[in-house]
């Protein structure tokens, strides 16, 4: 396996290489690499260790991050100053050997010693301070660090942390109470670096409710709910730290919980959404084999051209709909070769997943999305899952994700106010109705019935490769949450216990929160969905929609991995569509102002 990931590495380093000037690849490498400390990019790194913007680094803090890039945990000054050291001393003498610096400039830096602020008296002399982690002086640590690093994605670090800012957050201390609880239920009797995230998001008007992480903020510094964001725009202003504005109605990246978690079938809805789009209907009937090649694929090193069902379910034909309650992994590989590649990754980045760029690739590496996008091959944080699933509940409007009700600065003028905004409509109502339809039967009777709550609710299961992740996203008409269960390392050496699906744990615990998040909100049902009206010539229109999208266009579009050769439309599989409709079946806080997936093996991606 780890010869493969090198193959697979060395195949994208020559794209990339090709793609982008080196300055450019190199700039986006150091904003995202991790540096230890909870930081992800050397701007964060600069706030971690030494409290201060990357701007004002001086060459001995500059060549300290640079040494600490090889081995972060190892070469962290706080824990190991005299490792780091030794590796600093290393990267300043590259500097001099390259004339980078001046002989005094090393001279001067090599005799500013690392000292780590609070472990003694502060020399005197020359010193390169770092600085102990900040202790979040709160009990919601984790929603606090949300807020901070979505205020400085949006505002910028000195705003934020130097303008006497007065914040109102959407924190309801009674639904944060709740998620610690229950996340702490699912992870008791588990170790490091087993962990679960859980956040909550009220869909009429994107508050995010309750956030919580991992196991223990203290202990890691790293925040769960959160995911990876591609570099930060350049500042408008030379030696700046302030980001150009964002729109105001456009999901905001906040970054902080490493790479993201590959979501597995929790992924589906997102294709499913595009192919009602599209006009296919819940009522169409796919084969559904146990395993399924896709056509004209050639496999690449450590990737399959052939995806799998659990533990080798399917067989006879059904509709699109048992294939969702029931996540059956052959049908939606078909069907993302109807719907594309593209038009599904644009349809979820619509709905607020900020890792998948809408033009089909990795928002954080450029790397294109393949036909395994429908199976949750993509990195995603829990927050924008909860967000984009919000969309279905709040059929088809959208309010951006936020943990801000109003900011104002020292002199009292609002610098925003999200108790007056206007949602944006991103999807039809008559799509976001028959989606949340189809999902209800995920709850009522197919793979998440363990996320029962006895009231109208909506979900999806989804469990990712070798049970590295294992997630449920669900929804009522008023809240939308999202529970993830993996490693907090990212890695699967060690995975989840063999059969902990999404429709294990993370459904249990999604239930819990939920049941005790509504116990005194009176139960609403969702909207009878109006029918979906399939197109004309269904047959010939999905087909070519097909190679519109994923695969004449783009000829070099793959299954899970492998390449398609060049002209190939999609295979026309699945049945004669039926035209039958559809059945039915604050409090709030003032804190104060903060100082690939690919399917190679038998079980695939599945749940």
Excluded at 312 to 340: C, D, K, W, Y
Excluded at 354 to 363: I, K, Q
Aim: with cysteine; hydrophobic share 35%; aromatic share 8%.
């Amino acid at each position: 396996r780890s010869l493969a990931r090198k193959v697979r590495e060395a195949i994208l380093a020559s794209q990339i290489d090709r793609q982008a000037p080196k300055d450019t690849v190199l700039y986006q490498y150091l904003s995202t690499i991790y540096l230890g400390g909870g930081a992800y990019g050397v701007g964060a790194a600069s706030q971690t260790y030494f409290r201060k913007p990357i701007t004002q680094l001086t060459v001995a803090e500059a060549a300290l991050l640079a040494g600490v890039i090889r081995a972060p945990s190892y070469y962290d000054p706080r824990l190991n100053p005299d490792g780091a050291e030794g590796r600093r001393e290393l990267v300043l003498q590259q500097m001099l050997a390259q004339n980078r610096i001046t002989p005094d400039q090393f001279n001067q830096a090599m005799a500013a010693r690392i000292f780590v602020v609070g472990s003694g008296p502060v020399p005197k002399g020359a010193a390169t301070l770092v600085y102990p982690p900040e202790q979040q002086q709160t009990q919601y640590p984790y929603f606090v660090d949300y807020v901070s690093k979505y205020l400085v994605a949006k505002y910028g670090h000195d705003r934020v942390y130097r303008g006497g800012l007065r914040i109102q957050t959407s924190l309801d201390p009674n639904l944060q109470s709740q998620a610690e609880a229950s996340v702490a239920d699912a992870l008791r009797g588990t170790k490091p670096p087993r962990a679960m995230a859980l956040v909550a998001v009220e869909p009429q008007t994107g508050f995010v409710k309750a956030l919580v992480g991992g196991r223990d903020f203290g202990a890691s510094q790293v925040n769960l709910a959160l995911g990876a964001c591609p570099p930060p725009p350049k500042p408008e202003q030379p030696g700046s730290d302030v980001p150009p504005p964002p729109p105001p109605d456009q999901p905001i990246c906040v970054p902080g919980g490493g790479g993201g978690r590959q979501p597995g079938s929790s992924f589906k809805p997102f294709t499913l959404a595009k192919a009602f789009e599209e006009g296919i209907t819940p009522d169409r009937v796919y084969a559904a084999p146990t395993a399924y090649t896709y056509p004209h694929c050639v496999p690449t090193p450590g990737s399959s051209c052939t995806v799998h069902n659990v533990e080798g379910e399917g067989g006879a034909p059904m509709t699109l709909r048992s294939a969702t309650v029931h996540s059956v992994n052959t049908v939606f590989a078909q069907l993302i070769g109807n719907v594309g590649v593209k038009p599904t990754a644009e349809l979820a980045h619509r709905l607020g997943i900020t890792r998948v760029n809408p033009d089909g690739t990795d928002a954080v590496n450029g790397r294109p999305y393949q036909s395994s996008i429908t199976l949750g091959s993509p990195d995603v944080a829990p927050l924008d899952m909860a967000a984009a699933f919000s969309v279905f509940a709040a059929r088809g409007l959208q309010n951006v994700a936020t943990p801000i009700v109003k900011i104002e600065d020292s002199t009292g003028t609002v610098l925003e106010d999200n108790t007056k905004r206007d949602p944006k409509r991103v999807m039809a109502e008559v799509i976001a109705d028959n989606v949340t339809d189809v999902l209800r039967g995920v709850i009522t009777g197919g793979t998440g019935t363990a996320a029962n709550i006895n009231r109208p609710a909506a979900g999806k299961t989804g469990t990712s490769e070798n049970f590295g992740n294992a997630w449920f996203v669900g929804y009522t008409p008023t809240l939308s949450t999202a529970v993830w269960m993996g490693n907090s390392d990212g890695e699967v050496s060690d995975p989840l216990p063999y059969g902990t699906y999404g429709g294990t744990t993370p459904a249990r615990t999604w239930a819990s929160f939920m049941s005790a998040a509504l116990k005194d909100v009176p139960p609403t049902d969702f909207n009878q969905p109006a029918p979906l009206k399939p197109v004309a010539d269904a047959l010939d229109r999905a087909a070519r929609a097909g190679i519109d999208a994923g695969y004449r266009r783009y000829p070099n579009q793959t299954g899970t991995g492998g390449q398609f050769e060049e002209g190939f439309p999609p295979p026309r599989i699945f049945a004669p569509v039926t035209t039958e409709a559809p059945t039915t079946t604050t409090t709030t806080l003032v804190p104060p102002p903060a100082e690939t997936t690919t399917t190679t093996t038998k079980r695939g991606v599945f749940g």
